[in-house]
């Protein structure tokens, strides 16, 4: 079974109703992709909603897996930004936190903005055109 990690990219598409992400995560759904979330991306998605949209998001990342991190995954994540930095590229901690938890679990990182995810030891799929 396939699965994937949402970035908060598509999330915030996805609110928007904008497409490929719209039917990319409903078509993930349908045929029962492992479809999961993680809190940075929960925590950075609704920093963008007002407060009486809160409620309809939390059913929704209900229906879907949520991963969590471990400290394992909060020193990858370090060695990420330390990597990359050494090579002229700054990335933030949200993003390099979401590569570390989807390398835990193997899972594809679905993303608008694969810029964020330079590694090659984790799969990133861009829905950018």
Known sequence: ????????????????????????????????????????????????????QRSRWMIFFATL???????TAAVRAGAYRHDVARRGRALST????IAAIAYEAGAVVLTEDPED???????????RA
């Open 1 to 52: 079974m396939e699965r994937v990690l949402l970035d908060t990219s598509i999330l915030i598409n996805l609110a928007n109703g904008k497409q490929p992400a719209t039917t990319t995560v409903h078509d993930l759904v349908a045929r029962d992709a492992d479809v999961c979330v993680c809190r940075v991306v929960i925590s950075e998605f609704v920093t963008g909603l007002r407060p009486e």
């Open 65 to 71: 897996r949520f991963l969590s991190s471990t400290s």
């Open 94 to 97: 949200g993003d390099t936190l």
């Open 117 to 127: 995810f330079p590694r090659d030891d984790i799969v990133v799929r861009s829905l």
